[in-house]
């Protein structure tokens, strides 16, 4: 794989950006494997759009497996990009669970919003997550904040990834 | 291992804190996420154990077994509709319109939950409607393989039959108590729709016939006393959550033509399909009038306006909670003032009824606190949602199907907590929502209007359930296996009378006193307080 030279300044944005986002991702999960009563059920089942793919994920018979796999999703997600190991298998799984929560509540014209703290039209803060795991994906550098470097030290010292 | 060695060497300090720097950032975000979330599990927990409010079902009425019981229902218009249909006979169309919007909507629940009820083991054996197409409607949806159904042109004829052991009535109010005194008196089980009677003197004339004829089971159709919000609500009363309540505000908010009961007249209503003079009865003589028969809601002579129509729901929803009876004295006001369309029943009003002596607890020194208003406070052209709100001096309960209460930030009982940062003001301290996660299929502005009081369903283990259904079973399981129905004829007479000094109190525009130790309304000398009621004007 061809990786352009990054300047110092550029690498450390990227790293921070996949700091912020794991930290993100890892936080939402803590919060909701320690909150006992959390489910993801009515989020599921207000869905705006593909009503019927979401109402059937949130089934009675499934949707505990569906809370613990977002759960354990999100953990594995905020454990991969804050310390820096699989990043890019990281960011496809933080990518398809952001695509999940985007198309449940899509910020389209004429569909119903929903409490959030913001406006939004297309674009919202899901899909620029989105957005931010695809620039991830693309420059994983795990130079810094980055415990696959125990690994592939030599790798990295080259060339900053 | 000598690898091993080698490849270490080659890192320095600086390495090392850049590589392993994520793990104390992962060990921060863990340990803060998992301590808060702990912090909130533990201040949530401690919450609901100083609470302790109880939020279980009440037990379940008693067995359907045996002879099925052999029912009559007198009124079938739309809420005798809706009652057949708890009873397990929804009618041909209903069922069509059902399927229909299931086509539609394949979301709707509607025919499922019907068709899930329980089966209350009875016959529905006779009708009387003086409408011919809605008699002809119940003979048509109930003449089936296994219930036989038989049209009687009068109540008397249907209630001496000797054909039936029980009846539900839903006429208009003018009929309710002659209809209920008459088969009490024939030894015929009663359901009569709210308002329990129409005028002062039948309400008396009723008690006295229910306490002379204790055989026979007589329920009013106040179907929340199944709701499961509202026994959780009495359980926060009995554990003086709330402190001192000295208001409770209830309302009525509607702005469309069914909730002003603008209901459509059918094109089959003419003097030949409708026995008009039987419509009649007691009240005043009037020339055949469509308009009077099916919208008969709008005049005093066959209703009870907003007081005894509507506020007898929100009166009654407190009543079963604070069980504060009758009130000393009653003020009303109001008018017509959105449908100028010939009623004569106001569609806006508000009533203030005073409780000078009743307490429901207080955490202040003895004597401190006592007395209560109950406000019901209407208008059919207006829907904001004002919701239900008991006030206490230590708290306030939103009352609905959902149940919240937030502590009050001048309260006695929780100044500590509040003090220590532990209770919020303008956050819930308790929550409880028997629907939660559910989605409800609620069909028009009325609908939710009703659904909001608790007065459409309920909920039992996390099931919507039709709570006229539940009340109709309690009243079949008193039949049954004995005993007495949550809304009999205490709770009724204390709704009537209630009801019937609201509606003094705005015809005569003066306050209106109840003495207790008579148990009579204390009216002026020469005032004869049913003319004044029953007037037209």
């Known amino acids: ?161 | 291992m000598a690898n091993d060695n080698n490849f270490f060497r080659k890192w320095n300090r600086r390495d090392i804190l850049k590589t392993l720097g994520g793990i104390p950032l992962f060990g921060a975000v863990w340990y803060s996420g998992a301590s808060l979330a702990g912090d909130a599990k533990r201040e949530k927990q401690f919450l609901l154990e100083t609470l302790n409010i109880k939020a279980s079902p009440p037990p379940a009425s008693g067995p359907m077994s045996g002879k099925p019981v052999r029912l009559g229902i007198i009124g079938f218009g739309i809420r005798g509709e809706q009652l057949c249909r708890a009873l397990g006979f929804a009618t041909t169309a209903w069922i069509k319109e059902k399927q229909d919007l299931l086509v539609q909507n394949p979301k709707d629940t509607s025919l499922a939950e019907y068709k899930a009820q329980e089966n209350l083991n009875i016959k529905l054996v006779a009708i009387c409607d003086v409408f011919d197409t809605h008699a002809q409607k119940a003979l048509d949806s109930f003449n089936r393989g296994d219930n036989k159904i038989k049209r009687f042109r009068t109540h008397t004829e249907l209630i001496n039959s000797g054909e039936v052991d029980a009846i539900v009535i839903a006429t208009p109010d003018h009929w309710h108590a002659p209809m209920a005194i008459e088969a009490l008196n024939a030894g015929v089980h009663v359901y009569v729709e709210k308002p329990m009677t129409h005028n002062i003197s039948e309400t008396y004339t009723l008690r006295e016939t229910v306490h002379k004829n204790p055989k026979t089971i007589f329920a009013v159709g106040h179907q929340h006393r199944q709701t499961q919000s509202f026994l959780t609500a009495q359980d926060i009363i009995a554990k003086n959550i709330l402190g001192h309540v000295s208001l409770v505000e209830t309302n009525t908010n509607r702005n469309d033509d069914n909730g002003a009961w603008q209901y459509e007249i059918a094109d089959t209503a003419n003097p030949q399909t409708i026995d008009w003079d039987q419509f009649l009865g007691n009240a005043p003589k009037e020339a055949f009038n469509l308009e009077h028969f099916f919208r008969w809601r709008k005049w005093w002579a066959y209703g009870s306006g907003l007081s005894g129509d509507l506020m007898t729901h929100d009166f009654d929803r407190i009543n079963c909670i604070l069980k504060m009876g009758i009130p000393n004295s009653v003020t009303a006001s109001g008018g017509i003032y959105t449908h100028h369309d010939g009623r004569n029943v106001p569609d806006v009003i508000q009533v203030n009824m005073e409780y000078p002596d009743f307490s429901t607890g207080s955490s202040q020194v003895a004597g401190k606190e006592k007395g209560m208003t109950f406000i019901y406070s209407a208008t059919l052209g207006n829907q904001f949602d004002r919701g239900t709100v008991l006030m206490g001096h230590d708290g306030s309960m939103e009352l609905g199907n959902r149940i919240s209460v937030y502590a009050d930030p001048g309260s006695t009982k929780y100044a500590d907590l509040i003090k220590e940062g532990r209770i919020e003001a303008g956050v819930p301290i308790y929550q409880y929502d028997p629907a939660v996660n559910g989605t409800d299929a609620v069909t028009s502005a009325t609908s939710k209007y009703f659904a909001n009081k608790g007065l459409l369903w309920t909920y039992r283990d996390g099931k919507r359930v039709d709570s006229t259904f539940l009340h109709l079973r309690e009243w079949l399981s008193c039949i049954r296996n004995g005993g007495t129905p949550s809304c009999s004829i205490k709770e009724g007479f204390e709704e009537a009378i209630s009801a019937h000094m609201g509606g003094l109190s705005y015809k005569l525009g003066r306050r209106i006193d109840w003495d207790r130790s008579t148990e009579r309304i204390i009216a002026k000398p020469g005032e004869d307080l049913d003319a004044v009621l029953l007037a037209n004007k």
């Open chain 1, 1 to 161: 794989m061809i990786v352009p030279k990054l300047t110092a300044g550029q690498s450390y944005g990227l790293v921070l950006l996949r700091i912020l986002v794991g930290w993100h991702f890892l936080y939402e999960g803590i919060i909701k494997a320690y909150n006992p009563s959390w489910t993801s059920k009515s989020y599921l089942l207000s869905a705006s759009i593909l009503k019927s793919f979401f109402t059937w994920i949130a089934a009675p018979s499934r949707i505990s497996v569906i809370d613990t796999l977002n759960i354990i999703g999100l953990i594995a997600v905020g454990i991969s990009l804050l310390i820096g190991i699989k990043v890019r298998c990281g960011c496809i799984g933080g990518m398809l669970l952001l695509l999940l929560y985007y198309l449940a509540h899509p910020p389209f014209p004429s569909l119903p919003q929903g409490p959030t703290e913001g406006s939004y039209w297309i674009v919202n803060k899901n899909l620029i997550e989105m957005a931010a795991l695809y620039v991830i994906y693309e420059f994983p550098l795990i130079s810094v904040f980055g415990i696959e470097n125990l690994f592939f030290k030599h790798k990295a010292k080259t060339n900053l990834i």
